[in-house]
């Protein structure tokens, strides 16, 4: 490993030693993330794998949410655009870090409200269009929940203060 | 009394902290600022994003049936015609009645992953199996997603055997695959009584060449509901797990393709079809 790269791992460590929000905001999109993938690839590799509780038609109710007419939108699976979303969020972590902070918080607050916005719109689809819930994507719907709210406060909030 | 150096000092510092709180408001009026930007450009594209999902989602459109109409529908008339055309069908079989292996699909026209089976895998297979004559494809009734609940169990069956001897009726010109297909291509959401009877009008008129006044007559007849009833009653005969359910049968024996898990690649059926041929 080079000097640069390990002075720039110790100087992420310190950063998210000094801020528990970030902490807790790469945690939730970690998460979000690896369900995100899962779907996606559930999506392309076979819908039979894919491992959730209850079943409709003898299949799974994740099953049914995933072959609706809500989960692509022009051919684009949402699971797939949710993963695009998260690779974004972590790009604004490293935006905030590297370029420029405000614009990197600002950059995650937006990519989280539109992630919590069509979630929340997708959770609707899912209740009263759908009539079954995939648990893989309220999963990520709470991740999204979360996110938006601690990206709102550590944008508001501003440079933490560095001790 | 404080000396004129202090006095200086007390200035600057007053100035300093002046300017402090000015760079401190102007920062937070700028994060403000941007964080209503943000909030404009995250609503612009969850609006754009959920009309493109509801555009292509299948609710209801301009029309009252909900099918699809001018340009779009010639080019899905084409579309379907381009998979099934000079393929023989008889009734709902597709493909060669000489040929050695027949896979039966048990299909509900409302079933979603039975509308991801059709118009995702079953095409190339058809292409290289039905079309060679190697395969045909018999097309069977069974009640899954329009029974699925909302209604009482006699309406659910109303429902199905309307649309499923509407599609029948159209195999009695030799064209229920294109029935089947531009259905499945118009599916709505299941379970909601959308098939009524001006939408399963609607898909008749879509297909070329079908005589519209035979196919209304020809849903009179009594044996394609006897049809409709003995397929589910052989499905649930034989405890099959969920539509689509897809059996292999030829001179090395019979398979059960999916047994409950939706196909999703060409490469289970051709292996299914190495397996009893």
Redesign the interface.
């Known amino acids: 490993m080079s000097a640069t790269a390990g002075s720039a791992q110790r100087a992420t460590r310190s950063r998210v030693r000094a801020d528990p929000l970030l902490l807790w905001i790469l945690i939730f999109t970690t998460i979000g993330f690896l369900d995100a993938a899962y779907l996606t690839y559930v999506h392309y590799y076979g819908l039979g794998s894919l491992l959730c509780i209850g079943a409709s038609h003898g299949h799974s109710s994740c099953v049914t949410v995933q072959s609706s007419p809500w989960s692509k939108i022009d051919g684009v699976p949402v699971a797939l655009l949710g993963l695009i979303g998260y690779v974004g969020l972590f790009v604004s972590y490293f935006v905030t870090a590297r370029i420029n902070g405000e614009l990197g918080r600002a950059m995650g607050f937006c990519i989280a409200l539109i992630g919590f916005g069509f979630s929340a719109y997708l959770t609707y689809r899912e209740l009263f269009s759908i009539h079954a819930i995939c648990e893989w994507c309220v999963g990520s719907a709470i991740c999204m929940t979360f996110l938006v709210v601690l990206t709102a406060i550590r944008f508001l909030r501003g440079e933490p203060a560095t001790t | 009394m404080a000396s004129r150096k202090e006095q200086k000092e007390q200035a600057r510092a007053a100035r300093l902290a002046q300017e402090q709180q000015a760079a401190s408001k102007a920062?937070r009026t700028?994060?403000f600022q941007?964080?209503g930007?943000?909030?404009a450009?995250?609503?612009i594209?969850?609006v754009v994003?959920?009309v493109?999902?509801s555009s292509?989602?299948?609710?209801p459109k301009g029309a009252h049936t909900g099918l699809t109409t001018g340009k779009q529908e010639r080019q899905l008339v084409s579309s379907v015609d381009s998979v099934l055309n000079k393929i023989p069908q008889s009734g709902t079989t597709l493909g060669s009645p000489t040929a050695k292996v027949t896979m039966q699909y048990f299909g509900?026209l409302e079933?979603?992953?039975c509308?991801?089976f059709t118009l995702d895998v079953l095409p190339s297979f058809v292409a290289q199996e039905v079309k060679t004559g190697h395969v045909k494809v018999e097309y069977r009734s069974m009640c899954?997603?329009t029974c699925?609940g909302?209604f009482s169990q006699q309406q659910s069956q109303k429902f199905f055997n309307l649309q499923q001897i509407a599609a029948a009726a159209a195999g009695k010109q030799n064209k229920f695959w294109q029935y089947a297909d531009l259905f499945y291509h118009q599916?709505k959401?299941e379970?909601t009584g959308y098939a009524t009877n001006s939408f399963l009008t609607g898909i008749a008129k879509q297909i070329p060449g079908l005589n519209v006044q035979t196919w209304q007559t020809d849903r009179k007849d009594p044996s394609l509901a006897d049809q409709v009833n003995a397929d589910q009653q052989y499905a649930t005969k034989a405890n099959?797990?969920?539509?689509p359910s897809l059996i292999m049968t030829g001179p090395k024996g019979t398979e059960l393709v999916n047994n409950?898990?939706?196909v999703?690649?060409e490469s289970q059926l051709t292996t299914a079809v190495k397996a009893v041929s």
């Open positions: 920062q700028r994060r941007m964080f930007g943000a909030i450009i995250a609503v594209v969850i994003a959920i493109a999902s292509g989602g299948g609710g509900d079933c979603p992953y509308q991801v899954t997603a699925h909302a599916q959401t379970d099959l797990p969920g539509t409950g898990n939706l999703t690649s």
